[in-house]
């Protein structure tokens, strides 16, 4: 079983597309379900595949920890994907260095001389306690910027509204950062109805880096997730899981994020 956040998000399918691959390699087939970005309904899903008999489950997990979460873990084995589940023993955790992937992000913005930033985040609302969100506030002190946290769906159509409400006003941000490069592509068609040049009139990152993200015009600068290492990584833990006689402890593995500047962000 493969349970994702939403399907809407380009980076979700890159994720599921090459899951799917690394498992075909292995001769096992997938199901896969998508949460839309509710974490009631991803537990209910969870439940459901487990009824359905899969033999393990990769779950990209939005919601915050729950009992729910830990009472599946003991039923079969799970393996998370960029984000822990604090109180709950999976059989794998494959989680993103979140603290050093923001940090990365608005050093980069800070050193272009941005001092008013806004994230837009899928996962403020849903997930608050969720690290990358923390991240924001301790590394927005730490490098004096004025940082705000905004709620948005993780799509380009739900983010691309919301995108020119902040951006019509003459007290818009210098600069956003999007927690995930689909959220960003809502934000370059608000810029585009609104004659606003990027990054002239405002710098735009994301995270992710969605391939999608290095044809737009100006290429977008975003935070890099091998997405091919994290498809490896997850399959083989649920894998060694599956075959286990028995429990055995979490395995878990920190993939380190990489910058990748573009033209998003500096002229």
Known sequence: GLLVGSLADFWNQELVRAVQRELYGAALSTL?????????????????LIDQRVDG???????PASGGWAALARQISIVTI??????????????????RGVLQSLQHLRALGHRRVTVLSWA??????REAERAVAGSAAALGIDCSVVPCAYSLNASRPLALELLEGRDRPSAVLCMSDSIAYGVYAACA????????????AGFGDHPISRLLSPPLTSTVWDVEQVAERATDFLIRAIGADGPQATL????APVLAARASTDA
């Open 32 to 48: 896969v379900a998508d949460a839309d970005g509710l974490p009631a309904r991803e537990l209910e899903l969870a439940q459901r």
């Open 57 to 63: 489950l990769v779950v990209v997990p939005i919601g």
């Open 82 to 99: 960029g984000d822990a589940l604090p109180g709950v023993a999976p059989a794998g955790e494959v989680v993103f260095d979140n603290d």
């Open 124 to 129: 403020v609302e849903t997930s608050p306690e």
């Open 193 to 204: 109805e609104l004659g606003l040049s990027i990054p002239g009139d405002v710098a735009v």
């Open 252 to 255: 878990r593995e920190v993939i």
